[in-house]
C-alpha cells in the first residue's frame, strides 16, 4: 500500500507540471461560481471496493487538504447514454437561470440528442413561453444548421403562441437565406403550400434576395418562373420585385437582359424601367441609362420625377453636374416638377464635388418650392458637413431635422458620431447624443463604445459613468471593450481605488483586461506606493488569465462551455 502511495503521489508531482494545474483540468466548470452545463442528471457514481489503512488515509487527507477535489467524490460518467427516448430527455433540464431564453432552447442542440422526438420533447422541457420574437433570435443568432433551424420551428409552429401564417414563416425564411440554406428554404416554402398559406411579396422578395446576393441570379430566376406554383401570379409587381434585387446587388446588366428577354410576355410599367435605370445610374453608366430611357418612351411611357433623379444621379456619378444642371433646369419645361428625391439627387453631386455652398442653395430652393426635406436629405447634409469639420452647420442642420419631425434612424446617429468622435473634443458629439436619445430614438452599442472611448480619452469621468449606466439601462451588457475604456478614463484622472474596482468587476464576470490597460494601471500604482494592492490585483489578472488559456484549450478540443 505504501508502495501505491508514493506511485500516487508521483503520478500527482508529474501531473502538476503539466502546463496547466489540476485545479483546471479536474473539472471544465470547476471555478465558475455556477455551472455552465444543462446537464441536471449525474449517473450514478462506480463503487470501487477499495481498503485504505490509515498510513494512506493520511496521505490521503493530505492530497485533499492541497487539492480541490474532495476524496470521497466520484468522477460522474458524462458519456452514459439511455436507449429510451423519453428517459433520455428526462435526464436534461435547463438549470441554467442566467441564459437567455433563444440560448436555452439553442443548448438543446448542443446535446446531440437522438431523434426528432427526443429533440422536441427536450425543447418543451425548458418551459420557455414562446413569442414569435423568442423563435426570431433563435434561428437568427447562433450557429445552427439547416436542419437543426427548420426542425425547431416546426417543432414551435405547433404551439398555439405561433400562429400559422406568413408572419411566421417569413421569419425562419429569412434566417435560412441569409445563411445560404437554399434547400430548406424551398423545403419551407412546399410546407407552407401543404398548409394553404400563400407566398406573398414581401416573403418573395426575401427568397430572391437570398438567391442573389448568393450569386445565384439563374435560381433567382427559375423561382421567378415558379412563382404560381407558391400562390402568386407571374406579373408586373413579381417582375419588379426581381428586377429590384438584382439591381440592388448590383446585378444589373443581368437584370436588362432578362427585362429585354420578358418584354411582350410580361406587362411593364414605369417603376419597371425606372428600377433599370436606378441600378444603372448607381454605377455611373450614362450610355445604359439613356439606352432604357429611349425604350421606355418607345413603349408609351413618360418619364417621371424618378426617373428624372435617378438620371441626375448617374449623370453626377459620371462626372457630367453641367449636363445634370441643365436637366434639372428644363425639367418643369417638360411637365415634371421636381420633388424631394430630385433636389437630394442635385444636393448629392454637390456634395460629391465638395461644393457646400450649392448643397446649400438646393436645400434652400426645396423649401422655397415647399418640398419638405426628408432623413435622406439631413443626413446627406449633415454627413458632409462632419467630414468637412463644420460642426456648427452639421448641429444646425440637425436641430431643423429635429424640429421637422425627422427622427434619425439608429445606424444614422451612429454614422454622425464616428467622425466627431475622431477629432475635438466630446461635447458635439455629447449634444447630438442627447437630443437623439430625448426624441426616442435607440442609440447603439458601437455608438456608445465610441462615446466613452472618447470621453475616457479626455478624462471626463463624471459622464463617462453617467454614460456606462444609460448604456446598461437600455439593455446592453458590457464586453471587455467597455471596461477597458472605463478603466482608462478613471486612471486618467487619478481614481485608482474605482479603476481596481472596475478590473475586479470584469475579471469577475470573465473579461481579461489587455496588457496595456493592466500594465497602465499596475504602474500608477506603483508610483503611488501601493504595493499591496498592486501585487492582489497581480494575483488576480494571473488566475484570470490562467483561467482564459484553460478556457482557449478546452474550446480548441471542442469543449465549449
Known sequence: MAFQSRRFVGFLERFNRTRYHSHYLSSPTSFFPFPFSTLDDQPSPIHIKNEINPKERFVLDQLSELLPIPRNSSAPNPFRYSENPTKQVAEFRAVDGFLLPEEKLRGVFLQKLKGKTAIEQALTNVGIELSLDIVARVVNAGNLGGE????????????????????????????????????????????????????????????????????????????????????????????????????HRSHVGAAN????????????????????????????????????????????FSPDCSTFSYLIEGLGRAGQIDDAVEIFEHMKDKGCV????????????????????????????????????????????????????????????????????????????????EPLCSYGPPHAAMMIYKKARKVGCRISLSAYKLLLMRLSRFGKCGMLLNMWDEMQECGYSSDME???????GLCNIGQLENAVLVMEESLWKGFCPSRLIYSKLNNKLLALNKVERAYKLYLKIKDARRDENARRYWRANGWHF
Open 257 to 300: 437582359s432578362f427585362l429585354n428577354s420578358v418584354k411582350g410576355k410580361i406587362p411593364f410599367d414605369v417603376m419597371t424601367y425606372n428600377i433599370v435605370i436606378s441600378g444603372w445610374s448607381k454605377l455611373g453608366r450614362v450610355s445604359e441609362v439613356e439606352s432604357v430611357l429611349k425604350a421606355m418612351l418607345v413603349d408609351g
Open 338 to 417: 421636381p420633388d424631394t428625391g430630385t433636389y437630394n439627387a442635385m444636393i448629392f453631386n454637390s456634395i460629391s464635388v465638395g461644393d457646400f455652398e450649392g448643397c446649400m442653395k438646393y436645400y434652400k430652393i426645396m423649401l422655397s418650392n415647399n418640398s419638405d426635406p426628408d432623413v435622406i436629405t439631413y443626413t446627406k447634409l449633415i454627413s458632409a458637413l462632419l467630414k468637412a469639420r463644420k460642426v456648427a452647420d452639421a448641429l444646425e442642420l440637425f436641430d431643423e431635422m429635429l424640429s421637422r419631425g425627422l427622427i434619425p434612424c439608429t445606424g444614422t446617429v451612429t454614422s454622425f458620431l
Open 482 to 488: 467597455v471596461y477597458e475604456y472605463v478603466i482608462n
Open 148 to 247: 437543426a433551424m427548420v426542425m425547431f420551428f416546426n417543432w414551435a409552429i405547433k404551439n398555439p403562441a405561433i400562429s400559422k401564417d406568413i408572419n411566421s414563416y417569413r421569419v425562419i425564411i429569412k434566417a435560412l437565406g441569409r445563411r445560404n440554406f437554399f434547400k430548406f428554404v424551398m423545403e419551407i416554402l412546399r410546407d407552407m403550400r401543404t398548409e394553404g398559406v400563400n407566398l406573398d411579396l414581401e416573403t418573395l422578395s426575401i427568397v430572391l434576395d437570398s438567391f442573389v446576393r448568393a450569386h445565384r441570379v439563374s435560381k433567382a430566376i427559375q423561382m421567378f418562373g415558379n412563382v404560381e406554383e407558391f400562390g402568386l401570379k407571374c406579373n408586373t409587381e413579381c417582375l419588379n420585385v426581381l428586377l429590384q434585387c438584382m439591381c
